[in-house]
């Protein structure tokens, strides 16, 4: 119920932002077009090798895109306060949050990202790939943002601290995803990579919710 | 010591090795309200912040007395933002401040909203209220929200004459009823709105 209620007024918000919704998206488009129009000189074959390794980067990009305003909305307008005094499960409200964030921002990144790799000429199996290291990738960056944007989250402007905060916490993420698509794309064994990407996946729904929480009591003490 | 809810015991606050409050003491009482008041940098908006948990005091503690080990989980703040969201409607902001709702939550904010008469704008969006209806919103919370505890940082702030009437009449009503109310404003509350014990913060 309670997990139903928070996605729910997050969508609700999400869908009265007006055009924000579809921001990650556009954003993501435009990578990829200018990608096509500067690649267009090289052979197809390269270019195919290269195009899952882009999108990657993009999805990453994206992603710290809006970090910041994971809590700072709720922050601003004092619903943060009231949520974090009155909820006994803050825990687990900061992680539907969290999912809600990822399920609005990166989700549709997720899906269309695939979509147009193959649209684009890249092979079944290595669009799969893409597709399941987006699907594992994007939430561990989702969850390291966070506790980034909880930590800077009373500074007036955050954007560039969560960016530098981030970048390095997301450099194994990015090599793993993009080892595990090149490996598929070589027709190679990647099942190392989607391991060790699962493993920070689970170290970081463990331990961001607490960070999270710890982190936002401080920046309103 | 019946009706004794919390007990503040020498809370003393530091930031950055000055000093906000000092060696402060008192209680909070079923069926009464509080009102810490002072100047401005007082520290009267700490010292609740203090009182909800959301700031650790550097020495003194406050002790839960009430007998009800979820009294703090049962309490209400209102801070100086409103906590509303812009783009939820007044009675979509007062709906999602509900943690459980039922066919009694619903008549709960149509009451609240005819309390402080505001059912004609229900269906707008909080970011298009003035700064007085945005109050009201925040305020109505407490009608909706069955707590043990009210801790309102300035309540009468950006309210009008007939507001504040309506707050006065709705606490008088809630301490009937064993709840408890502190609160802080920049004066001593002299009339006799509701049993108010003052508390002078000083810096």
Same mark, same amino acid.
């Given at each position: 119920?309670?997990?139903?209620?928070?996605i729910?007024? =997050?969508?609700?918000?999400?869908?009265?932002?007006?055009? =924000?919704?579809?921001?990650?998206?556009? +954003?993501?488009?435009?990578?990829?077009?200018?990608?096509?129009?500067?690649?267009?000189?090289?052979?197809?074959?390269?270019m195919?090798?290269l195009?899952?390794?882009?999108?990657?980067?993009?999805?990453?990009?994206?992603?710290?895109?809006?970090?910041?305003?994971?809590?700072?909305?709720?922050y601003?307008?004092g619903?943060?306060?009231?949520?974090?005094?009155?909820?006994? $499960?803050? $825990? &687990?409200s900061?992680?539907i949050?969290?999912?809600?964030h990822?399920?609005?921002?990166?989700?549709?990144?997720?899906i269309? /990202?695939?979509?147009?790799?193959?649209?684009?000429?890249?092979?079944?199996?290595?669009?799969?790939?893409?597709f399941?290291t987006?699907l594992?990738?994007t939430p561990?960056?989702?969850?390291?943002?966070?506790? /980034?944007?909880?930590?800077?989250? %009373?500074?007036?402007?955050?954007?560039?601290?969560?960016?530098?905060?981030?970048?390095?916490?997301?450099?194994?993420?990015?090599?793993?995803?993009?080892? /595990?698509?090149?490996?598929?794309?070589?027709k190679?064994?990647?099942?190392?990579?989607?391991?060790?990407?699962?493993?920070?996946?689970?170290?970081? &729904?463990?331990?961001?919710?607490?960070?999270?929480?710890? /982190?936002?009591?401080?920046?309103?003490? | 010591?019946?009706n004794?809810?919390? $007990?503040?015991?020498n809370?003393?606050?530091l930031?950055?090795?000055?000093?906000i409050?000092?060696?402060i003491?008192?209680?909070?009482?079923? %069926?009464?309200?509080?009102?810490? +008041?002072?100047l401005?940098?007082?520290?009267?908006?700490?010292?609740?912040?203090i009182?909800?948990?959301?700031?650790?005091?550097?020495?003194?503690?406050?002790?839960n007395?009430?007998?009800?080990?979820?009294l703090? #989980?049962?309490t209400?703040?209102?801070?100086?933002? +409103?906590?509303?969201?812009?783009n939820?409607?007044?009675e979509?902001? &007062?709906?999602?401040?509900?943690?459980? !709702?039922?066919? !009694?939550?619903?008549?709960?904010?149509?009451?609240a909203?005819?309390?402080?008469?505001?059912?004609?704008?229900?269906?707008?969006?909080?970011?298009?209220?003035?700064?007085?209806?945005?109050k009201?919103?925040?305020? @109505? #919370?407490?009608?909706?929200?069955?707590s043990?505890?009210?801790?309102?940082? =300035?309540?009468y702030?950006?309210?009008?004459e007939?507001?504040?009437?309506?707050?006065?009449d709705?606490?008088?009503e809630?301490?009937?009823?064993?709840g408890?109310?502190? @609160?802080?404003?920049?004066?001593?509350?002299?009339e006799?709105f509701?049993?108010? $014990?003052?508390y002078?913060? +000083?810096?």
């Open positions: 119920m309670k997990i139903l209620n928070i729910t007024k =997050e969508f609700l918000l999400a869908s009265r932002s007006g055009y =924000e919704i579809f921001m990650p998206i556009v +954003y993501f488009l435009i990578i990829i077009i200018f990608f096509n129009i500067s690649t267009s000189y090289v052979e197809k074959v390269i195919l090798e195009l899952p390794l882009m999108i990657w980067i993009s999805c990453l990009l994206i992603c710290i895109l809006n970090l910041e305003t994971i809590f700072k909305e709720d601003d307008d619903t943060l306060e009231m949520f974090l005094i009155k909820d006994d $499960e803050i $825990e &687990l900061i992680l949050k969290i999912l809600s990822w399920l609005l921002s990166n989700l549709p990144i997720v269309v /990202a695939p979509l147009i790799a193959m649209v684009l000429g890249l092979d079944t199996t290595t669009t799969l790939t893409l399941v987006l594992i990738g561990t960056m989702s969850l390291i943002g966070s506790i /980034a944007a909880a930590l800077t989250i %009373s500074l007036r402007k955050n954007k560039i601290l969560v960016s530098i905060i981030v970048l390095p916490l997301y450099i194994p993420i990015l090599i793993f995803g993009t080892s /595990a698509v090149n490996n598929s794309f070589f190679m064994n990647y099942s190392v990579e989607l391991t060790l990407m699962l493993f920070l996946f689970f170290i970081f &729904l463990l331990i961001t919710p607490l960070a999270c929480s710890k /982190a936002l009591k401080i920046s309103l003490d | 010591m019946d004794h809810l919390i $007990e503040i015991d809370i003393s606050l930031r950055n090795e000055k000093s409050l000092e060696n003491s008192f209680q909070i009482k079923k %069926s009464k309200a509080l009102n810490l +008041y002072g401005n940098g007082s520290g009267k908006t700490s010292l609740l912040k009182i909800v948990g959301m700031t650790e005091p550097t020495s003194g503690f406050i002790k007395v009430s007998g009800d080990e979820d703090f #989980k049962k209400i703040y209102i801070g100086h933002k +409103y906590g509303t969201k812009g939820l409607t007044v979509e902001n &007062l709906s999602y401040a509900l943690t459980v !709702n039922s066919k !009694n939550s619903q008549q709960k904010i149509k009451k909203l005819e309390t402080y008469k505001m059912t004609r704008q229900k269906s707008m969006l909080t970011k298009n209220l003035s700064h007085g209806q945005k009201k919103v925040s305020l @109505m #919370k407490t009608l909706i929200t069955n043990l505890l009210w801790v309102i940082d =300035e309540p702030s950006a309210l009008d007939e507001s504040i009437n309506i707050f006065n709705t606490t008088k809630y301490l009937k009823k064993g408890a109310l502190i @609160m802080t404003s920049h004066k001593k509350i002299k006799p509701f049993t108010t $014990e003052n002078k913060v +000083y810096s």
